[in-house]
């Protein structure tokens, strides 16, 4: 009976130290990567737009993106992998919205990945004056997940795009979770 007893009381030890140090490693990951489901917000003041990204990711300096696009933020510091956001506007408001929208994702989609078989996945409203589409894009090269909101004032339009390089679901995920956030700021909506 008691060598029975002492192999039980081996193994709740083991068991006790694996899930010490399995929590131990969770909780590392969470200082490196900063506090799950944290964000941070980005306001983009040239396009009036603001979102918010998860805390650990990268701002990409205004300097390093390509013309027109006006702030972006990024979860690796190279591009061909990941997910990252992207913020630029429109010079006018012309076509409907769900027409406009589409038409400016599919363009993202053709510069981002060219040659890439292009599927619409979703295309609708976001808020009051807003679109949302999302599609994916696939090539010999690899898989592109995209996403586009556009919002509007009377003025003019602001788009928030998000893009998942062969990141998997959990870069879907990140890009959707931060393309939500997209809003106007109290300024552009003042307008």
């Not at 969770?26 to 944290?38: C, D, E, F, I, S």
């Not at 913020?87 to 919205?97: M, N, Q, R, T, V």
């Not at 292009?118 to 009051?128: A, I, K, M, Y």
């Not at 690899?142 to 009377?154: D, K």
Request: aromatic share 8%; glycine share 10%; proline share 4%.
């Amino acid at each position: 009976m008691e060598n029975g007893s002492s192999t039980f009381k081996k193994a709740a030890a083991i068991t006790a130290v694996t899930a010490g140090l399995a929590a131990g490693a969770g909780a590392a990951l969470w200082l490196a990567k900063g506090r799950p489901g944290v964000r941070r917000p980005v306001e983009d003041i040239e396009n009036g737009v603001a979102y918010s990204v998860p805390q650990w990711w990268k701002d990409v300096d205004p300097a390093d993106l390509s013309e027109g696009y006006t702030s972006a933020a990024r979860s690796k510091k190279d591009g061909e992998s990941g997910a990252a956001v992207f913020a630029f506007g429109g010079d006018s408001i012309e076509g409907g919205l769900e027409e406009t929208t589409t038409e400016t994702a599919m363009a993202r989609a053709e510069y981002f990945r060219p040659f890439a078989e292009t599927t619409v996945l979703e295309s609708e409203p976001f808020g009051e004056n807003g679109h949302r589409v999302a599609w994916e894009s696939v090539s010999e090269e690899g898989r592109t997940y995209g996403v586009l909101v556009q919002l509007r004032t009377e003025k003019r339009p602001a788009f928030v795009l998000g893009m998942a390089h062969d990141g998997g679901r959990l870069a879907r995920k990140l890009v959707d979770a931060t393309v939500a956030t997209a809003a106007l700021t109290e300024e552009t909506v003042e307008d």
